[in-house]
């Protein structure tokens, strides 16, 4: 079946360090990809999603490139900021399926 | 714009009582689904709906049951509640696969559950 695997948190960084959080998938197909966040009391949000091998999704300084060859979707900011802090999730989802996959989440905080 | 809204916020059951979690939603979605979420477990899904008067079992299903009589609504039942289902409850809601898979899900903020 379907998963999605992300690096284990939390990931601590300094305000403006450069941030990578690992995500790799195993799907059949071709399916879309995703990453949510989810700020502390709130529910997950869309951050950015990639639809296609070579695509590259960005949000509020956030970017991933969807690579097929290596079934890869890391998501990575150049200078984070203290408001980043949150939980973040990748996620996928088939053509062919009614539900998403969704990885377990990585925590992330950033300090001043 | 509400999105996907959750009722209540927080509840607090004693061991045994029952209760329902309602879930709205005003974008004319035909998918909508309830997860939990449990430190370390990630998202849990329960129960989801394909369309008006439709509904199927997730990964975690035991214990709850669902309903959906109008397209706009999911409400999320458990008739015995018991300590293990203490968890914060998210009904989510998406388009369909006909447009699209891309379609991405939107998310209510919670229902917090506490069983003692």
């Known amino acids: 079946g379907d998963s999605v695997t992300q690096m284990e948190g939390p990931v601590t960084l300094s305000e403006e360090a450069f941030l990578t959080i690992n995500c790799t998938y195993t799907a059949t197909g071709y399916p879309s990809l995703f990453w949510y966040v989810q700020y502390p009391g709130e529910g997950l949000q869309l951050l950015l999603k990639?639809?296609?091998?070579?695509d590259k999704g960005s949000n509020k300084g956030f970017e991933a490139t969807y690579r097929k060859e290596t079934t890869s979707f890391h998501l990575e900011k150049g200078s984070v900021q203290v408001s980043d802090s949150a939980v973040y999730f990748c996620?996928?989802?088939?053509?062919?399926?009614?539900?998403?996959?969704f990885g377990r989440g990585t925590s992330l905080i950033v300090h001043p | 714009n509400a999105g996907v809204t959750q009722t209540p916020k927080f509840r607090v059951l004693k061991t045994g009582q029952s209760m329902t979690l309602l879930c709205a939603q005003d974008?004319?979605?035909?998918?909508m689904y309830w997860y939990r979420q449990d430190p370390g477990m990630g998202l849990r899904l329960i129960h989801y709906?394909?369309?008006?008067?439709?509904?199927a079992k997730g990964e975690v299903p035991d214990g709850y049951n669902v309903s959906r009589l109008k397209k706009q609504n999911f409400l999320l039942g458990l008739e015995s509640a018991a300590p293990s289902q203490t968890s914060v409850y998210f009904c989510a809601s998406s388009h369909s696969r006909d447009r699209g898979p891309d379609s991405p899900l939107h998310f209510g903020n919670g229902t917090r559950l506490t069983v003692t």
């Open positions: 996620a996928l989802r088939r053509g062919g399926s009614y539900i998403p996959t």
């Open positions: 990639a639809t296609k091998a070579d």
């Open positions: 974008m004319n979605h035909e998918y």
């Open positions: 709906s394909v369309g008006e008067g439709t509904t």
